[in-house]
């Protein structure tokens, strides 16, 4: 009996130590961290008055435990960030945002909340500009209730920049209409450039006169005579930054011997007027781009055929300086095209740089200073552009647009398509970016269809509106259609 009564005696402390509660060996005490942590690019569009950023403040751990955090910026976190990344940020002033609630409670079985920081977008815009990071708010968290703080989740870097351009989302399809639809012929191959001025869209087809349409409905408005027109002799259209157009002639010959070139311009829908009547030897006339105003100051620019260079002419207070043109050459082994290539000056002075796309023998496109050195490119094969599968980049247009700078790029894709897109390089660095980037690639237009484009042609403009709110891409692909997208930098309060 004794000897039972000892076993079930063992029997009851074994199943009592047994079930012993040990589910709290192993766990850590309590202890705060940021859930977001290190540095973050606060992202703001100019049009938008304040913006707000959440944090998340996490306690981990055995939960047993309450306490109060404080999160208020640091100067002494900016000043060691500035030193470990070699960067040289400023302090955001105080009045430029605020923290809803710097001290927080939080109950032992409490695991996480938020923070909200507004951000004055006009007060930060004022002080550093638009697509420019010069200030950061330094931020960490601290308690004095005794639990701990993980020391590398415990500060954050918020550095912010204010971005102008499109408004996200803002793009639409305003009109898409085939040539044919336009009373223009679409398997003739003979239309292959246009110009867009403040209120109409103008397509030139090789010995016709000049048809303009109401550009943001694509209606049929009126038809320019055009005297001197001939399949070479209106070859190529322009239009400046104002109500100016600039039609030249296929200056074509290239065998060492001058030849007439004649540009004509046409003020608002007035009648032609010659501009520029030079004998010269370079072989140019299939694409012409100004930038700037011809009653101001303006660069015209037409590349030449099978090189790696373009002629410009300069207009100084509205007079052309020369009739006769100069040559800009790129460094050899930068970029060297067959019969179409593009230059666009960034501004009405060579001092500015020019982008230039060209198709042949060295295709590419990128960004040139002014002595010819390519200082950015745009990666043609991984944008989906790449020109060992028939894509054809050949035609630029440059515009500024709510502080952003947008470069149209017009690429034919073989014989039966037409794309469009536009990169923000207001920085021109950004071109060699990740060229699907959003950073860099703005909008991409679906490719559309044309009829036996064989000899590749087709064009782009970008143009804004005269009160800044909207702004237009126009894409033509001979023997297809022009499709016209519009943008808006409209209030997103």
């Known amino acids: 009996m004794k000897k039972n009564l000892a076993f079930i005696i063992l029997l009851v402390s074994v199943l009592f130590s047994a079930c012993e509660d040990n589910r709290m060996e192993g766990m850590m005490d309590d202890q705060f961290y940021l859930l977001k942590n290190g540095d973050y690019i ?8 304040l913006v707000d950023f959440e944090v998340s403040i996490y306690k981990s751990g055995m939960g ?13 976190v900016l000043s060691n960030y500035n ?6 940020y400023k302090q955001l002033p105080a009045d430029c945002y605020t923290i809803d609630n710097s001290t927080v409670q939080f109950a032992p079985e409490t695991v996480s909340k938020k923070v909200k920081i507004t951000l004055d977008v ?32 415990s500060e954050l870097i918020l550095i912010p920049e204010i971005s102008g351009g499109i408004r996200p989302n803002s793009e639409k399809l305003l009109w898409s209409k085939s040539l044919t639809e336009m009373g223009i012929s679409g398997t003739d191959h003979f239309t292959a450039s246009f110009a867009v001025t403040s209120s109409y869209l103008f ?70 007027v010659e501009y520029i009547n030079s004998s010269h030897i ?7 781009s100004i930038k700037g105003d011809l009653d101001g100051d303006a660069l ?13 002419w300069t207009v100084r207070n509205g007079q052309l300086v020369s009739q006769d043109p100069q040559v800009f050459e790129t460094q050899p082994g930068t970029i060297a095209w067959n019969l179409f290539g593009d230059a666009m000056p960034r501004g009405t002075d060579i001092s500015n740089g020019f982008f230039i796309a060209g198709y042949g023998t060295l295709p590419g496109l990128g960004y040139f200073d002014n002595q010819g050195n390519m200082v950015s490119k745009y990666d043609l094969k991984n944008g989906e552009l790449d020109p060992a599968a028939g894509f054809s980049t050949q035609a630029l247009d440059l515009t500024t647009f709510n502080a952003a700078t947008y470069l149209a790029v017009g690429t034919v894709e073989g014989t039966l398509y037409m794309n469009g897109r536009l990169l923000d390089v207001t920085s021109p660095q950004n071109l060699s970016l990740n060229p699907l980037d959003s950073y860099l690639l703005a909008f991409r237009l679906n490719k559309f269809g044309c ?43």
């Not at 606060?42 to 008055?49: D, E, G, I, T």
């Not at 030193?83 to 040289?88: E, I, K, L, Y």
């Not at 090789?206 to 320019?224: C, H």
Request: glycine content about 8%; aromatic content about 8%; hydrophobic content about 30%.
């Open 300 to 312: 015209i620019v037409s590349t030449i055929e099978n090189s790696s260079k373009f002629l410009y």
């Open 282 to 288: 370079y072989p140019n006339g299939r694409k012409l």
């Open 64 to 76: 047993t435990a309450s306490g109060e955090v404080t999160f208020v910026a640091d100067e002494s």
């Open 42 to 49: 606060l992202k703001a569009y100019r049009q938008k008055s």
């Open 203 to 272: 397509v030139n087809s090789r010995n016709a006169d000049l048809k303009y349409f109401n550009k943001l409905t694509g209606e049929y408005v009126g038809t320019i005579a055009l005297p001197f027109k001939g399949s070479l002799a209106n070859f190529t259209i322009a239009n400046d930054d104002k109500d100016n157009l600039l039609i030249t002639n296929l200056r074509n010959k290239n065998d060492g011997n001058p030849y007439q070139q004649l540009i004509y311009r046409i003020t608002g829908t007035g009648d032609p």
């Open 83 to 88: 030193t470990a990344n070699g960067v040289s």
């Open 451 to 493: 009829n036996n484009n064989a000899n590749m042609t087709g064009d782009i403009h970008v143009k804004t509106s005269g009160d800044g709110q909207t702004m237009e891409m126009y894409v033509l692909g001979t023997n297809g259609s022009i499709v016209a997208t519009q943008f808006d930098c409209k209030s997103e309060d």
């Open 122 to 153: 006009k007060k930060v815009e004022s002080l550093q500009g638009i697509g420019n990071k010069q200030y950061a708010i330094p931020l960490k968290i601290s308690t004095t209730s005794g639990i701990s703080v993980v020391a590398d989740k």
